[in-house]
């Protein structure tokens, strides 16, 4: 079965800086997708940025962008320019075949003015 | 373009009473599902439909919950009898097509407190 693991429960950042959010993955299938979201306080959760396995390149939106490893079954997020609006749970996620998602604990994510 | 609604924003029962959750999926969206945090702990996968017809529903964690989807649109989710474990946030998402992968919306989630 697939599982996705967040080993950071809570991470800080100082506005305008970088911070990095880990994630790791299992899964035995080849082909699979790989997400983020985000969920500010009291909203909904927004797909920040999505991933196909199949693909080498590391996705990118915006201020945001991700480290895919493949072999190492590793997907990080990285948020440059850290603003107040980024300031959420952030969720990563996996995809097989099918439409089922499967989610990690999650990462509250802290930004300092 | 209204946005996955989700009705109530938040319930509190008593052990052993019964509640209805209401999800609204976008418009034209065929695939329709529903998942639940308990407090700390993953997002977890309950069912997914495919219009009116159950794709997906093996992580339902017992016959106490029961899930519709009437006419293909709007979904509940009925907890009957509820227990203390119940208690977490369940999210509704949609998204339409049958592709290999749609992106799922998701609503705000309904708060499920039982006491």
């Known amino acids: 079965a697939q599982t996705v693991t967040q080993s950071q429960p809570e991470m800080s950042v100082q506005e305008a800086e970088t911070v990095t959010l880990s994630c790791t993955y299992d899964?035995?299938?080849?082909?699979?997708?790989l997400f983020w979201y985000k969920q500010p306080p009291s909203r909904q959760m927004i797909l920040v940025i999505r991933?196909?396995?199949?693909?080498?390149q590391n996705a990118t939106e915006n201020r945001f962008s991700v480290n895919f490893q493949k072999a190492a079954k590793s997907f990080s997020l990285k948020i440059s320019d850290s603003q107040l609006g980024d300031a959420a749970m952030y969720f990563c996620?996996?995809?097989?075949?099918?439409?089922?998602?499967?989610f990690g604990a999650g990462t509250i994510l802290r930004v300092k003015s | 373009e209204a946005g996955v609604t989700q009705f109530p924003s938040h319930s509190v029962i008593e052990k052993g009473q019964t509640v209805t959750l209401r999800c609204d999926p976008i418009s034209g969206h065929d695939n329709l599902y529903w998942y639940r945090r308990v407090m700390g702990k993953e997002i977890k996968f309950l069912l997914h439909?495919?219009?009116?017809?159950?794709?997906?529903e093996s992580g339902m964690p017992n016959n106490r919950f029961l899930a519709e989807r009437t006419g293909g649109t709007y979904s509940t989710l009925k907890v009957q009898p509820a227990e203390l474990e119940d208690s977490g946030v369940y999210f509704c998402a949609s998204s339409q097509g049958n592709l290999a992968y749609n992106e799922q919306f998701f609503g705000p989630g309904t708060r499920l407190t039982v006491l």
């Open positions: 899964t035995s299938e080849s082909d699979y997708y």
């Open positions: 996620a996996s995809l097989e075949y099918g439409n089922k998602l499967v």
């Open positions: 439909f495919v219009k009116e017809s159950k794709q997906d």
């Open positions: 991933q196909e396995a199949y693909k080498q």
